[in-house]
């Protein structure tokens, strides 16, 4: 895993510098509670109300995985994800004992974060103690007599940094290293690289007209891309040979972060839409997998409205009935008719896809479930699709007491995936806690008939 995936993980282990950013000074790596453990030893007091020492660690967790997202130092050429220096990071004291019950809420809370509504990075949590300085963020200080007027944790980190705020829970844990691919992009490079490279550019350019916009963003690197990146190559005084090499690669990530100020508590802030993953390999006969599950999905409903396109099967398996139907989407957009999944094969059913379903009235959908969304949803997603299967959900919980209703606030949280795990327990589906393809399947099935007023669907839940 990356420095810096699309969606924000816990990192096993974080490195920090034991000094200002620009001085000599000792790197040391620790897991990343263990960090966590010791800056809030450093920082608050273990006889503060519990919700006070909550609130202020769902800051710091934050601040931390801020500085890791967006690889704040790492994108301009250091060896570590943060330093100590508390005029700009968090104390943090080589070798510190910490209290126990700090020690013991930590581990109940750190693959918790807070983020800003609708966005996907964690918030600069920019707090301060209150009492020596202020700022435009958390009173470490302050946190106390909220907490002593009652006030839980969240609502205590309201009071900070506003309403539109949620806490995503239970993020998962990976190893992570730094995002710089392998091999430099160039000129025929594909893949989610590419695509984050264009996205990126795309927000610098309206900030630096000189960069052509590279329009649709589709990762490609053809000859937009390339004259993109001459192009920011000469504003930013790197060697311009149209290469997206380490040194060009992060510095397009440091100014991307820094025309969107995601090191603010204030931020432009990273959307789904900013991180919409292409196809990583072309699928071909004998290919499964839940791609090809979403490719099939794509072409049945692109063949209701297409009658030259037929309708392959719903089973996960690239088979010649799929071959035949991609070759027949192909040939119908004028494409290489070679029966395969590609890049550009995949981002136009995408599209065709998306736009098939937008003519259908808004109306249609008013009693029964949309069709997939075209990306799956998991813990941590957001919008209007997560919206749906929550209202879904609720509709079938109605009359199947077992799954549990759920808060219809657009958020994938942890209570959402208890339900979709009751119901893909039920439909004989794989427990993942993800709505794929055939888990909206299921849920769309069961809503309907529900919604019909027909029997009940012969599903045990």
């Keep these: 895993m990356n420095a810096s995936p699309l969606i924000p993980v816990i990192p096993e282990t974080v490195t920090v510098h034991l000094g200002p950013a620009d001085a000599a000074a000792e790197n040391v790596t620790v897991s990343f509670p263990d960090y966590i453990k010791n800056v809030a030893s450093s920082e608050i007091y273990p006889t503060w109300p519990e919700a006070a020492i909550r609130a202020n660690l769902y800051a710091q967790i934050s601040f931390a995985l801020n500085r890791i997202y967006t690889e704040f130092y790492r994108s301009r050429g250091y060896d570590f994800d943060i330093t100590n220096d508390t005029s700009i990071d968090q ?66 980190l309201t009071r900070f940094y506003g309403d539109d705020i949620s806490l995503v829970e239970n993020a998962p844990i990976e190893a992570v290293t730094e995002s710089v691919p392998p091999v430099p992009l160039r000129f025929g490079s594909v893949g989610n690289d590419v695509l984050q490279v264009q996205l990126r550019l795309n927000r610098i350019a309206r900030n630096y007209p000189a960069i052509p916009l590279i329009t649709p963003p589709d990762g ?33 990530i440091y100014i991307a972060n820094a025309v969107k100020r995601l090191n603010e508590v204030v931020s432009e802030g990273v959307t789904f839409a900013d991180i919409q993953q292409p196809l990583e390999e072309t699928l071909s006969l004998g290919s499964s997998g839940d791609f090809v599950e979403i490719v099939q999905y794509f072409l049945q409903t692109i063949s209701a409205f297409t ?22 989407f192909q040939r119908e957009w004028g494409l290489p008719v070679t029966g395969e999944v590609d890049l550009i094969t995949w981002n136009l059913l995408f599209d065709v896809f998306r736009a098939d379903v937008a003519t259908v009235p ?84 069961v809503y309907d008939t529900l919604q019909g007023g027909g029997e009940r669907p012969p599903i045990v839940f």
């Design 362 to 445: 808004g109306n249609v959908f008013s009693n029964v479930a949309k069709p997939f969304p075209g990306v799956t949803l998991r813990v941590g997603s957001r919008g209007e699709d997560v919206l749906d299967v929550q209202r879904y959900i609720n509709r079938i919980a109605e009359d199947f007491p077992a799954v549990p209703s759920v808060s219809e606030d657009g958020i994938f949280g942890d209570a959402t995936e208890n339900a979709i795990f009751v119901i893909q327990e039920g439909g004989g589906l794989p427990v993942t806690g993800v709505v794929d393809v055939s888990t909206w399947e299921l849920i769309a099935r």
């Design 91 to 156: 104390s943090f004291v080589k070798d510190r004992d910490v209290f126990e019950n700090i020690s013991r809420i930590v581990d109940d809370i750190f693959t918790s974060y807070i983020v800003r509504d609708g966005f996907v990075e964690p918030l600069f949590a920019r707090y301060c103690d209150g009492y020596r300085s202020t700022c435009n963020g958390l009173s470490q200080w302050g946190t106390v007599p909220l907490a002593e007027e009652g006030l839980g944790p969240f609502d205590i």
């Design 307 to 328: 009658n030259t396109v037929p309708s392959p099967p719903l089973d996960g398996i690239f088979g010649e009935t799929t071959a035949e139907a991609v070759r027949a």
């Design 220 to 252: 490609v690197f053809d000859s937009r891309t390339e004259e993109a990146v001459r192009a920011f190559q000469r504003i930013f005084n790197l060697g311009e040979d149209g290469i997206v090499g380490r040194a060009t690669w992060y510095r397009i």
